[in-house]
Structure formats: structure tokens, C-alpha cells
């Protein structure tokens, strides 16, 4: 909903002071180019017949106008602040690794410098150090950029490390919401200390 791919029921979406369940639609397109999205699954949510420049440039096609050398370098730009680099250009999904076509995915998402990324399970597909990798990358590019992440997950280790706030939803609705050292060292609601009881240790010596 927060997307618009959705229309809500009810209540309202708040996102840079205009409520998004009832602007019109003349705005709806200004405001899509302010938020973006990675997926959880990179090879479902990338084209498989374009090759990686233009995926990463295809949100500067619909939101800007720019001419094909302009894009061409910032396609460049934008593979090196993921971790790829010139080589990877004219490269299809297919030719990646699971890790680099999710750097691929936050390439695409980070083209128009957006306020707001919605991070939907976005590395719980990918293998444990490759998880790491993603979400430093994340960090960095947040850091550099301004962003902010909606990150949405089931891995409370990851939700741990990446997030300022936190919110515990059970059945659709949030049950319990605060900042993320509160959150795991103070919880007060009982599903978030059962969730919490049931991460696994990091390593057998602490069962």
C-alpha cells in the first residue's frame, strides 16, 4: 500500500506529508519515484531479457530524461556504488550470482535517490555471508545517501543489526513498536519475548 499497488481499506499512509490513500492521481507518479523497493527473490524480480544497464537505468527512462551516453554513465556509476563494476553491464540476470543480482536489485532501487526503500525480506534468500555483505552495503549506501529503509523481515538476528526501530506485528497488526535496543532487551509484550526465545544461539557453545 505504502508502494500503491494497493489500494488500503482503510486509514491513512503518511509519506513526506502527503496521506497516500487520498492524493490524486496527479501525484501519484512524482511520488513513486521517491520510494522504491527490493525484493526478497532477485532472479523473480529482475527482467531476464534486459541486461543489467538496463534494469539499473530503467527508473531513469520513466522518471527522467535523460539521453542514452548519459544513461549509459550512470549505469556505471550506480553498478560501482553496489560492489559491480564495467564488466557487469552488459551481463543478464542469468550470469549473476544470487548475491551480485541483489546488488543489481538495490542498484535499480537507489537510481533516483529516493527518500524511502521498502527492503521486502530482501537477504533472506541469500546465503548467511552473503547476507552480511548485502546489509553493510545497505548500511553504507544509507549512510551516503539519506535513506530510509522499511525493512520488512522474519530474521530477528538481521532485523537486530540493521534497524533503528522496530516494530512486532502478529496477525496484521502491530503488537509492540519501539527502538530496537528496547525492543530486544526490554520487551513487554508476550509475543515478542516468544519470538525473541526462539532465535537460535549463534553458536552451540551458548545453548
Known amino acids: 500500500m505504502i508502494l500503491q499497488l494497493l489500494p488500503p481499506t482503510e ?4 509519506f513526506l506529508g502527503a496521506d497516500l490513500a487520498t492524493q490524486p492521481k496527479s501525484l501519484q507518479k ?6 522504491q523497493a527490493i525484493f526478497q527473490d532477485p532472479y523473480a524480480s529482475l527482467n531476464p531479457r534486459m541486461k543489467a544497464k538496463e534494469i539499473v ?9 535523460l539521453n542514452k551516453k548519459d544513461r549509459d554513465n550512470e549505469a556505471l556509476n550506480l553498478l560501482k556504488e553496489v560492489g559491480l563494476d564495467s564488466q557487469h553491464l552488459n ?11 541483489q546488488r543489481l536489485s538495490i542498484a535499480r532501487a537507489i537510481a533516483l535517490k529516493p527518500d524511502l526503500i521498502i527492503c521486502d525480506e530482501a537477504v533472506s534468500a541469500l546465503d548467511v555471508s552473503i547476507q552480511a555483505q548485502i546489509l553493510n552495503l545497505l548500511k553504507h ?5 539519506g535513506l530510509s529503509y522499511l525493512f520488512i523481515a522474519h530474521g530477528l538476528p538481521v532485523v537486530k543489526h540493521i534497524s533503528d526501530r522496530v516494530a512486532i506485528m502478529k496477525q496484521g497488526q502491530i503488537v ?6 528496547e525492543i530486544f532487551n526490554n520487551p513487554t509484550h508476550a509475543y515478542t519475548k ?3 526465545k526462539a532465535v537460535p544461539p549463534a553458536h552451540p557453545r551458548d545453548r
Open 91 to 101: 551481463r543478464y540476470p542469468h550470469e549473476f550470482s544470487g548475491g551480485q543480482r
Open 30 to 35: 512524482e511520488n513513486k519515484s521517491k520510494m
Open 194 to 196: 516468544s519470538l525473541l
Open 11 to 14: 486509514g491513512t499512509i503518511h
Open 176 to 181: 509492540e513498536i519501539g527502538p530496537t535496543n
Open 141 to 145: 549506501l544509507q549512510n551516503i545517501h
Open 57 to 65: 537505468t530503467e527508473p531513469l527512462t520513466i522518471h527522467r530524461n
